[in-house]
């Protein structure tokens, strides 16, 4: 199975300041990678896929990068509205993990 | 508009049997794969296993083989998650979620694709004598 290691546990940053989230696989998952945002009491909700395209309707400051073990999240431009917490997730041989996930705090 | 909903909370007690159910619609049911994951309260997202309504092939993760049943009418796109025997630790949050497209070669279809979008509700089990 494959492992997915996310850093930092938490990031606390003021509005305006840049994220940069960090997840790594244990083996290579070529470019199948996925980012969620998570809000409280809310569902989660597809930011990325195959690494770096965005899903339909999230705003541009949203980015991600990587391929083979190491992948970013960047959120070039703090708002009030993604502070949360984020979890990669990827799929290989039927076997689907996600990662422990970051929470994204205002400092 | 692509939309799974689920049913609503549920308050079980221990050995109690439950199946909960995620409804599909704006899209082809038998098409997609459809996946459940579990978040315990406080914690992470983990991934119980995927089915295939087209076919009602299923696939578990080793962690919740035996624990849970995953089944599908398509007659009505309807997913289910199924216990048999509930134990206080299956409280949590149960999120239904859409996955791959199913690229069907060789008598199997596997998913296309391989993230979750969209996702329900959520339905809440708390089990609790």
């Known amino acids: 199975e494959i492992v997915l290691t996310q850093s930092p546990a938490t990031l606390s940053l003021s509005p305006g300041e840049r994220a940069t989230l960090s997840c790594r696989a244990s083996?290579?998952?070529?470019?199948?990678l996925a980012w969620y945002q998570q809000k409280p009491g809310q569902a989660p909700r597809l930011l990325i896929y195959?690494?770096?395209n965005r899903a339909t309707g999230i705003p541009a400051r949203f980015s991600g990068s990587g391929s083979g073990t190491d992948f970013t999240l960047t959120i070039s431009s703090l708002e009030p509205e993604d502070f949360a917490v984020y979890y990669c997730?990827?799929?290989?041989?039927?076997?689907?993990?996600f990662g422990g996930g970051t929470k994204v705090e205002i400092k | 508009e692509v939309q799974l909903v689920q049913s609503g909370a549920e308050v079980k007690k221990p050995g109690e049997s439950l199946k909960i159910s995620c409804k599909g619609s704006?899209?082809?049911?038998?098409?997609?794969?459809i996946g459940w994951v579990r978040q315990m309260p406080g914690k992470g997202l983990e991934w119980m296993g995927i089915?295939?309504?087209?076919?009602?092939?299923?696939r578990y993760s080793p962690s919740f083989q035996g624990q849970v049943t995953i089944s599908a009418d398509k007659s009505i796109s309807t997913a289910y998650l199924q216990w048999s025997s509930l134990k206080a630790s299956d409280t949590a949050m149960y999120y239904c979620?859409?996955?791959?497209?199913?690229?069907?070669?060789?008598?199997?279809?596997?998913?296309?694709?391989?993230?979750?979008?969209?996702w329900g509700q959520g339905t809440l089990v708390t089990v609790s004598s």
């Open positions: 195959d690494a770096s």
């Open positions: 979620a859409r996955h791959g497209v199913g690229y069907c070669s060789g008598g199997s279809c596997s998913p296309l694709y391989n993230w979750f979008d969209p």
């Open positions: 704006g899209y082809s049911f038998t098409s997609y794969w």
């Open positions: 997730q990827q799929r290989s041989n039927w076997r689907i993990t």
């Open positions: 089915i295939y309504p087209g076919d009602s092939d299923t």
């Open positions: 083996q290579s998952v070529s470019s199948y």
